[in-house]
């Protein structure tokens, strides 16, 4: 080659080598200037902490917390229960859209969804999660490079940045509700100062003053007063390791406090959280606030997973429902925030929610059943217990007996601001009628636009669903989503609408029909002039029209034809089917005696996974009370 030749090439060589270097450079900046994240989250908490403004509370590491970062006075979960939560958490999409509202009805992930800390692996982070999942469906293996009991950042390559979770469990509902001799011997080292006095705590309107209510609300306090040395030791690690200064740190809860009301609730004390986000002075820049702020705005657990790629600054896929709260790709403010609420255990709910700054509406699609209904596992909490009690004994009136109603209303409307508490139901206050529409309309635009597959029945949504739900929402033909909502925005309007019900026992749609029967059981005895049409539907080809008709005949005295129709379904070979003929059972009460040893049969058939445990609680229950007559 000659000399002229090779000097040309040499040139390029080394300005090809020289970009190449300073392209590594940036890669390796880019990626070193990166954070690492740490989430401590807790369980079964309302915003009860120092910080809040809860003077009960003591939680000095999380106020100090909450004044080296910013605190968030408006952060929602997106479900009451855990399950559907952490399902939205790890997803970026509602579980009313995945399908995973029901808790422990596991389904599928659907192809091309994917756990937000898979897109965060392949960016170079070392994910832990020490260590609750429980997303309602199975975790994928690229999900986390570890979960379990010991998962921990300290175990990330040299060098590699992280992303880790700890989920704290000392709050949960299980740890609050033991006996005061047991409650004492488990929190023997507390040291006095962290006690509580049970006579100082303060109650909210809807419990009754008594010393056992008193006792397991100064217990949830004690709990969280643990809960906050736990955090502190995280972050004490953290520091040890020299992390600090390179790692934002998140606090939130699941949804609200495990008690009654709160848990299981659509209202704020279910699913308000506490949300405190510290940015060390290296990332501060990311923050919207100084330390020690507030931010006022709504967020939803929807907006988690796009926030914490936004932080890092990684692409956020198209189909994630929510939107960034911090980082380079921080969306618009929402103007609402939506949640849901479906089958717990062996109970089954439909309620719906939308909040804006102040207003909070709930859309209540099972009005007939009570505001508490029975819940073997939730049973064993000592103020439910105790609401039990003093119902029976005639003991409640006002404001404490909110939570033995034995139907709710088919609409709740609240003013967050006059009325913290939710109280007071606006619904049939002339003067807000337009923010009653404004918020119907909000919620009724949601769920058409999330395609919210709890608009089923679980049976059917189940049967429908060839892959995954979140597919069958989405393939032509197969769910007519405004239609179904459209029936199901008539259950308790009242007599006016039986007609229109009683015609839609016809349509097309089982998931129509679905709702006109459940419309038609929600009127109870006024549903009589439509006996002939829920005949009728006890042979419809959807189990879960019969099994709502059936209760339906039932409540209108003509037992002898229904409870065939809810025993056949109790012999099924669908575990889901069998539960909801239990929960009928359940429901019907007396009138479900002729079918004592097929309910006796299904509890010895019932089989060890979730849905037989649920069906198990459902008879015993019914059976413990048919026995005691």
């Excluded at 080598?17 to 300073?22: A, D, N, R």
Aim: net charge neutral; hydrophobic share 40%; glycine share 6%.
């Amino acid at each position: 080659m000659r000399c002229s030749q090779i000097f040309p090439t040499m040139i390029i060589l080394a300005i090809f080598l020289t970009f190449s270097t300073v392209a590594l450079y940036a890669a390796d900046q880019q990626q070193s200037e990166r954070p690492n994240i740490l989430w401590i989250t807790a369980e079964d908490i309302s915003p009860h902490l120092g910080c809040y403004g809860d003077d009960y509370a003591v939680t000095p590491q999380l106020d100090r917390l909450a004044e080296q970062g910013v605190r968030y006075t408006r952060a929602f979960a997106s479900a009451s229960v855990c399950t559907p939560a952490r399902s939205c958490l790890i997803t970026g999409i509602f579980a009313s859209s995945l399908g995973t509202q029901h808790l422990r009805g596991a389904q599928p992930l659907p192809q091309g969804v994917r756990c937000f800390t898979e897109y965060i692996r392949q960016a170079g982070y070392y994910c832990s999660n020490n260590s609750k999942e429980d997303y309602n469906f199975p975790t994928p293996a690229a999900a986390w490079d570890e979960s379990s009991r010991t998962a921990h950042w300290r175990k990330r390559p040299d060098g590699k940045p992280f992303f880790s979770v700890f989920n704290i469990t000392v709050t949960h509902q299980s740890q609050v509700r033991y006996s005061r001799e047991k409650f004492d011997e488990i929190n023997a080292a507390l040291p006095p100062a962290m006690r509580r006095d049970p006579t100082k705590v303060p109650l909210p309107p809807y419990y009754p003053d008594t010393p056992i209510v008193r006792r397991i609300q100064a217990q949830l306090h004690m709990q969280i007063t643990k809960l906050d040395q736990q955090v502190g030791q995280l972050l004490e690690q953290l520091e040890a390791d020299g992390l600090a200064d390179d790692t934002i740190v998140f606090f939130y809860s699941d949804h609200g406090n495990g008690l009654p009301r709160h848990k299981r609730w659509l209202h704020d004390s279910g699913i308000r959280v506490p949300l405190i986000v510290r940015f060390p002075k290296k990332y501060a820049h990311l923050a919207p606030g100084k330390p020690g702020s507030t931010v006022d705005r709504l967020v939803s657990f929807v907006d988690f997973a796009p926030t914490v790629l936004s932080l890092l600054d990684l692409e956020i896929p198209d189909y994630m429902q929510g939107s960034a709260f911090l980082g380079k790709k921080t969306g618009k403010p929402r103007q609402y925030v939506f949640a849901i609420r479906d089958r717990v255990d062996e109970v089954y709910e439909c309620s719906r929610t939308v909040r804006d700054e102040r207003y909070h509406y709930i859309r209540n699609y099972m009005p007939h059943r009570a505001r508490m209904q029975h819940s073997d596992y939730s049973e064993r909490t000592p103020i439910r217990q105790e609401v039990r009690r003093l119902a029976a004994q005639g003991e409640l009136s006002g404001d404490v007996a909110w939570l033995a109603a034995e139907t709710k209303p088919a609409e709740e409307l609240y003013d967050t601001q006059a009325d913290p508490h939710e109280m007071r139901n606006l619904v049939d206050s002339p003067e807000h009628d337009d923010i009653l529409e404004r918020m119907r309309g909000a919620l009724r635009r949601w769920v058409i636009s999330t395609l919210d597959t709890g608009m089923l029945a679980e049976v059917e949504m189940c049967r429908r669903a060839a892959d995954s739900p979140y597919k069958m929402a989405r393939r032509e033909g197969i769910y007519d989503i405004a239609r179904i909502l459209d029936a199901a925005e008539l259950v308790g309007r009242g007599p006016t609408k039986r007609g229109k019900l009683t015609g839609l026992l016809e349509d097309t749609d089982p998931g129509v029909r679905y709702w006109a029967a459940t419309g038609l059981l929600a009127l109870g005895t006024e549903a009589a002039d439509s006996t002939a049409a829920l005949r009728k539907a006890l042979k419809d080809d959807s189990p879960n029209v019969r099994l709502v008709a059936a209760e339906a005949m039932c409540r209108l005295g003509h037992d002898k034809e229904a409870l065939p129709v809810i025993v056949a379904a109790l012999e099924s070979d669908d575990e889901r089917l069998v539960l909801q003929a239990a929960i009928t059972l359940a429901a019907i009460g007396e009138r479900s005696r002729p079918a004592l040893p097929q309910m006796k049969e299904a509890i010895r058939l019932s089989g060890k996974g979730y849905y037989g445990l649920y069906v198990r609680w459902a008879l015993a229950r019914v059976l413990k009370e048919l026995e005691a007559e």
